[in-house]
């Protein structure tokens, strides 16, 4: 099994920054893809940023040149560095982990139990 922990969440004004970090663990032979979702009340859950083993990134519109997506892929981490951040950003953030298991070439989809974050205005 695998599990993804995310931590870094919280409340700040806007205009300040975030970062938010989430950590594979379990049975893993790789990480693929990573990325972070987020889900505001009442709207479906959306895409924010998502990088490849190979850091390819890629970013929802709204937060192009103010988050920042990168990992280790050593330590089978991601982290999303928010800045300038806009009360529209406030919504429960969910890392995801398309991860190998095994030597078989079988990939799995799992979440992170999300973390909230709040912009105030």
């Known amino acids: 099994q695998v599990q993804l922990v995310e931590s870094g969440g919280g409340l700040v004004q806007a205009g300040g920054s975030l970062r938010l970090s989430c950590a594979a663990s379990g049975s893993i032979f790789s990480v693929n893809a990573m990325g972070w979702y987020r889900q505001a009340p009442g709207k479906q859950r959306e895409l924010v940023a998502q990088?490849?083993?190979?850091?390819?990134?890629n970013y929802a519109d709204s937060v192009k040149g103010r988050f920042t997506i990168s990992r280790d892929n050593a330590k089978n981490t991601v982290t999303l560095q928010m800045s300038s951040l806009k009360p529209e950003d406030t919504a429960v953030y969910y890392c995801?982990?398309?991860?190998?298991?095994?030597?078989?070439?079988?990939?799995?989809?799992?979440w992170g139990q999300g973390t909230q974050v709040t912009v105030s205005s």
């Open positions: 995801k982990a398309i991860v190998q298991p095994t030597m078989r070439p079988y990939e799995y989809q799992y």
């Open positions: 990088i490849t083993s190979g850091s390819s990134t």
